[in-house]
């Protein structure tokens, strides 16, 4: 099972930004789409952001046009670059391993410990 480690993450003011990492342990990351998660107190894991194998990217309406997402094949990571932040991005931010041609609307894969994104002034 491949292993997912998350960093990055910490206290913000809003309006700031932060920068999320994620690191895989195994070999086939290239073939796989990764993505982000996001899961704040009370509610459901949602998706933020996803990558394809082939570069292309997905992202919620609430973060579009402030969080943007990319991937390092040869070094087995994906990033999340988060601006503007907002309150409401307040959660616990999981990276995600899910097979190639998944659809976005389904939560499966392999998942990191998460790390916690706190934005307040």
């Known amino acids: 099972q491949v292993q997912l480690v998350e960093s990055g993450g910490g206290l913000v003011q809003p309006g700031g930004s932060l920068r999320l990492s994620c690191a895989a342990s195994r070999s086939g990351f290239d073939i796989n789409t990764m993505a982000w998660y996001r899961q704040a107190p009370g509610k459901e894991r949602e998706l933020v952001a996803g990558?394809?194998?082939?570069?292309?990217?997905y992202y919620a309406e609430s973060v579009k046009g402030r969080f943007t997402i990319s991937r390092d094949n040869a070094k087995n990571t994906v990033n999340l670059q988060m601006n503007s932040l907002k309150f409401e991005d307040t959660a616990v931010y999981y990276c995600?391993?899910?097979?190639?041609?998944?659809?976005?609307?389904?939560?499966?894969?392999?998942w990191g410990q998460g790390t916690q994104v706190t934005v307040s002034s």
């Open positions: 990558i394809t194998n082939s570069g292309t990217t």
């Open positions: 995600n391993r899910r097979p190639p041609g998944v659809s976005w609307s389904r939560r499966l894969g392999d």
